[in-house]
Protein backbone atom coordinates (compact mmCIF):
# COMPACT_ATOMS: atom_id res chain seq x y z
CA UNK A 1 0.00 0.00 0.00
CA UNK A 2 1.38 3.10 -0.83
CA UNK A 3 0.31 6.56 0.83
CA UNK A 4 1.06 10.20 0.29
CA UNK A 5 1.08 12.17 4.08
CA UNK A 6 0.80 15.56 3.63
CA UNK A 7 1.36 17.52 7.13
CA UNK A 8 3.50 20.91 7.84
CA UNK A 9 4.51 20.21 11.74
CA UNK A 10 8.15 18.08 10.71
CA UNK A 11 7.73 16.09 13.68
CA UNK A 12 4.49 14.31 13.82
CA UNK A 13 5.19 14.02 10.07
CA UNK A 14 8.37 12.46 10.39
CA UNK A 15 7.13 10.52 13.53
CA UNK A 16 3.31 9.55 10.99
CA UNK A 17 5.45 8.57 8.33
CA UNK A 18 7.82 6.00 10.36
CA UNK A 19 5.45 4.75 12.43
CA UNK A 20 3.32 3.90 8.82
CA UNK A 21 6.94 2.67 7.25
CA UNK A 22 7.13 0.27 9.81
CA UNK A 23 3.59 -1.05 9.61
CA UNK A 24 3.96 -2.10 5.66
CA UNK A 25 2.96 1.37 4.26
CA UNK A 26 5.10 3.12 1.92
CA UNK A 27 4.86 6.50 3.04
CA UNK A 28 5.70 9.92 1.30
CA UNK A 29 6.00 13.08 3.13
CA UNK A 30 5.13 15.95 1.84
CA UNK A 31 5.53 19.36 4.00
CA UNK A 32 2.69 21.64 2.26
CA UNK A 33 -0.08 21.49 0.60
CA UNK A 34 1.80 22.21 -2.99
CA UNK A 35 4.41 19.63 -2.59
CA UNK A 36 1.38 17.12 -1.90
CA UNK A 37 -0.52 17.62 -5.30
CA UNK A 38 3.56 17.73 -6.84
CA UNK A 39 4.16 14.37 -5.14
CA UNK A 40 0.49 13.42 -6.06
CA UNK A 41 1.02 13.96 -9.94
CA UNK A 42 4.45 13.10 -10.41
CA UNK A 43 4.38 9.96 -8.30
CA UNK A 44 0.49 8.87 -8.94
CA UNK A 45 -1.01 5.41 -8.27
CA UNK A 46 -1.25 6.54 -4.02
CA UNK A 47 -3.85 3.35 -2.34
CA UNK A 48 -4.91 6.34 0.11
CA UNK A 49 -4.21 10.37 1.11
CA UNK A 50 -3.80 12.01 4.54
CA UNK A 51 -3.86 15.22 4.41
CA UNK A 52 -3.42 17.76 7.19
CA UNK A 53 -5.85 20.74 6.94
CA UNK A 54 -3.69 23.78 8.04
CA UNK A 55 -0.75 24.33 5.93
CA UNK A 56 1.09 27.08 4.66
CA UNK A 57 1.17 27.68 0.83
CA UNK A 58 -2.20 24.83 0.26
CA UNK A 59 -4.38 23.96 2.90
CA UNK A 60 -5.97 20.61 3.32
CA UNK A 61 -9.33 21.45 1.31
CA UNK A 62 -8.01 22.84 -1.50
CA UNK A 63 -5.08 20.28 -1.94
CA UNK A 64 -8.34 17.47 -1.55
CA UNK A 65 -9.74 19.49 -4.67
CA UNK A 66 -7.52 19.42 -7.03
CA UNK A 67 -6.47 15.09 -5.96
CA UNK A 68 -10.18 14.86 -6.57
CA UNK A 69 -10.07 16.44 -9.96
CA UNK A 70 -7.29 13.96 -10.78
CA UNK A 71 -9.07 10.81 -8.82
CA UNK A 72 -12.31 10.18 -7.85
CA UNK A 73 -11.79 7.18 -5.79
CA UNK A 74 -8.43 7.58 -4.00
CA UNK A 75 -9.50 7.77 0.03
CA UNK A 76 -8.92 11.18 1.84
CA UNK A 77 -8.03 11.29 5.41
CA UNK A 78 -8.13 14.94 7.23
CA UNK A 79 -5.86 15.50 10.27
CA UNK A 80 -6.51 18.86 12.29
CA UNK A 81 -6.21 20.47 15.17
CA UNK A 82 -9.77 22.16 14.44
CA UNK A 83 -13.08 20.58 15.94
CA UNK A 84 -15.70 22.79 14.49
CA UNK A 85 -18.53 20.74 12.63
CA UNK A 86 -18.65 23.58 9.53
CA UNK A 87 -14.78 22.39 8.90
CA UNK A 88 -15.82 18.59 9.04
CA UNK A 89 -18.83 19.53 6.87
CA UNK A 90 -16.61 20.95 4.23
CA UNK A 91 -13.93 18.10 4.60
CA UNK A 92 -16.69 15.99 3.55
CA UNK A 93 -17.95 18.13 1.02
CA UNK A 94 -14.08 18.46 -1.00
CA UNK A 95 -14.68 14.36 -0.88
CA UNK A 96 -12.86 13.55 2.45
CA UNK A 97 -13.60 9.70 3.75
CA UNK A 98 -12.78 10.26 7.54
CA UNK A 99 -11.54 13.40 9.92
CA UNK A 100 -9.88 13.16 12.70
CA UNK A 101 -8.93 15.57 15.22
CA UNK A 102 -5.49 16.09 16.74
CA UNK A 103 -4.50 14.84 19.14
CA UNK A 104 -4.75 11.60 18.14
CA UNK A 105 -2.94 8.19 18.05
CA UNK A 106 -1.13 6.24 15.85
CA UNK A 107 -3.00 3.26 16.67
CA UNK A 108 -6.58 4.84 15.99
CA UNK A 109 -5.42 6.70 12.57
CA UNK A 110 -3.95 3.32 11.83
CA UNK A 111 -7.38 1.60 12.82
CA UNK A 112 -9.46 4.04 10.28
CA UNK A 113 -6.95 3.35 7.77
CA UNK A 114 -7.57 -0.62 8.11
CA UNK A 115 -11.16 0.61 8.09
CA UNK A 116 -11.34 2.13 5.03
CA UNK A 117 -9.60 -0.35 2.80
CA UNK A 118 -12.25 -2.74 4.66
CA UNK A 119 -15.20 -0.98 2.74
CA UNK A 120 -13.01 -0.47 -0.87
CA UNK A 121 -12.25 -4.40 -1.14
CA UNK A 122 -15.88 -5.48 0.08
CA UNK A 123 -17.25 -2.84 -3.00
CA UNK A 124 -14.82 -4.10 -4.95
CA UNK A 125 -15.38 -7.62 -3.98
CA UNK A 126 -19.28 -7.04 -4.48
CA UNK A 127 -18.62 -5.62 -7.88
CA UNK A 128 -16.54 -8.52 -8.82
CA UNK A 129 -19.42 -11.00 -7.65
CA UNK A 130 -21.65 -9.24 -9.76
CA UNK A 131 -19.32 -9.72 -13.45
CA UNK A 132 -18.90 -13.34 -15.02
CA UNK A 133 -17.74 -14.10 -18.51
CA UNK A 134 -19.26 -16.34 -20.43
CA UNK A 135 -17.41 -17.72 -23.19
CA UNK A 136 -17.25 -14.31 -25.62
CA UNK A 137 -19.89 -12.48 -22.95
CA UNK A 138 -19.53 -10.37 -20.14
CA UNK A 139 -22.48 -10.53 -17.76
CA UNK A 140 -22.64 -7.66 -15.50
CA UNK A 141 -25.80 -8.61 -13.17
CA UNK A 142 -25.64 -5.26 -11.14
CA UNK A 143 -26.47 -3.27 -14.51
CA UNK A 144 -28.61 -6.06 -15.47
CA UNK A 145 -26.41 -6.15 -19.65
CA UNK A 146 -25.06 -8.20 -21.16
CA UNK A 147 -22.03 -7.82 -23.77
CA UNK A 148 -20.72 -9.51 -26.90
CA UNK A 149 -18.15 -8.06 -29.08
CA UNK A 150 -19.37 -4.44 -28.04
CA UNK A 151 -23.20 -4.97 -28.54
CA UNK A 152 -24.59 -4.64 -24.96
CA UNK A 153 -27.99 -5.80 -24.73
CA UNK A 154 -30.19 -4.84 -21.61
CA UNK A 155 -32.22 -7.82 -19.58
CA UNK A 156 -34.84 -7.34 -17.54
CA UNK A 157 -34.70 -8.10 -13.97
CA UNK A 158 -35.42 -11.45 -13.75
CA UNK A 159 -33.86 -12.47 -17.09
CA UNK A 160 -30.63 -10.98 -14.90
CA UNK A 161 -32.00 -13.12 -11.52
CA UNK A 162 -31.99 -16.14 -13.59
CA UNK A 163 -28.48 -15.64 -15.81
CA UNK A 164 -27.13 -14.83 -12.24
CA UNK A 165 -28.19 -17.35 -10.48
CA UNK A 166 -27.15 -20.01 -13.46
CA UNK A 167 -24.05 -18.47 -13.39
CA UNK A 168 -22.96 -18.51 -9.69
CA UNK A 169 -23.53 -22.58 -10.38
CA UNK A 170 -21.82 -22.63 -13.68
CA UNK A 171 -21.60 -25.56 -14.72
CA UNK A 172 -23.55 -27.55 -12.16
CA UNK A 173 -27.65 -27.91 -12.26
CA UNK A 174 -30.03 -25.87 -10.74
CA UNK A 175 -32.98 -27.34 -8.89
CA UNK A 176 -36.17 -25.80 -10.57
CA UNK A 177 -37.77 -25.74 -6.86
CA UNK A 178 -34.94 -23.93 -5.82
CA UNK A 179 -34.91 -20.79 -9.18
CA UNK A 180 -38.77 -20.53 -8.47
CA UNK A 181 -38.76 -19.87 -4.75
CA UNK A 182 -35.60 -17.31 -5.16
CA UNK A 183 -36.77 -15.76 -7.58
CA UNK A 184 -40.66 -15.62 -8.45
CA UNK A 185 -41.03 -16.28 -4.12
CA UNK A 186 -42.75 -20.16 -5.01
CA UNK A 187 -43.07 -23.10 -7.25
CA UNK A 188 -46.13 -22.60 -8.23
CA UNK A 189 -47.50 -24.27 -12.18
CA UNK A 190 -47.89 -20.79 -13.41
CA UNK A 191 -44.30 -19.44 -11.96
CA UNK A 192 -42.42 -22.82 -13.77
CA UNK A 193 -43.81 -21.59 -16.74
CA UNK A 194 -43.04 -18.29 -16.74
CA UNK A 195 -39.74 -19.58 -15.68
CA UNK A 196 -39.38 -21.37 -19.24
CA UNK A 197 -40.44 -18.44 -20.84
CA UNK A 198 -37.44 -16.81 -19.23
CA UNK A 199 -34.70 -19.35 -19.91
CA UNK A 200 -35.75 -19.32 -24.06
CA UNK A 201 -35.06 -15.27 -23.50
CA UNK A 202 -31.96 -16.40 -22.53
CA UNK A 203 -30.58 -18.58 -24.55
CA UNK A 204 -31.67 -16.21 -27.84
CA UNK A 205 -29.56 -13.52 -25.69
CA UNK A 206 -26.22 -16.14 -25.57
CA UNK A 207 -26.99 -17.98 -29.05
CA UNK A 208 -24.14 -15.85 -30.67
CA UNK A 209 -21.58 -18.38 -28.49
CA UNK A 210 -21.70 -21.63 -29.24
CA UNK A 211 -19.55 -22.79 -26.29
CA UNK A 212 -22.72 -21.72 -23.95
CA UNK A 213 -25.41 -23.61 -23.23
CA UNK A 214 -28.96 -23.76 -20.85
CA UNK A 215 -29.48 -27.26 -20.67
CA UNK A 216 -32.94 -29.07 -19.36
CA UNK A 217 -31.75 -31.49 -17.08
CA UNK A 218 -34.61 -33.94 -16.26
CA UNK A 219 -36.15 -33.87 -13.10
CA UNK A 220 -33.57 -31.66 -11.68
CA UNK A 221 -33.71 -28.28 -13.33
CA UNK A 222 -31.51 -26.37 -15.50
CA UNK A 223 -28.06 -26.23 -16.21
CA UNK A 224 -25.77 -23.38 -17.53
CA UNK A 225 -22.43 -25.22 -19.94
CA UNK A 226 -19.61 -23.26 -20.67
Partial sequence: MKVLLTEDDPNLGMLLQEYLNAKGYETDLARN??????????????????CDVMMPKKDGF?????????????????????????????????????????????????????????RMHKQEAETQANTFQLGGYTFDAQTNTLTHNGN????????????????QNKNQSVSRSFALKLIWGDDSYFNARSMDVYITKLR???????????????????????
Fill in 33 to 50: GEEGIKFFIENGNYDMCI
Fill in 62 to 118: SLAKEIRMKDKEVPIIFLTAKSMKEDTIQGFKVGADDYITKPFSMEELLMRMKAIFR
Fill in 152 to 167: QSKLTTKESELLKLLC
Fill in 204 to 226: KHLKDDTSIQIMNMHGEGFKLIV
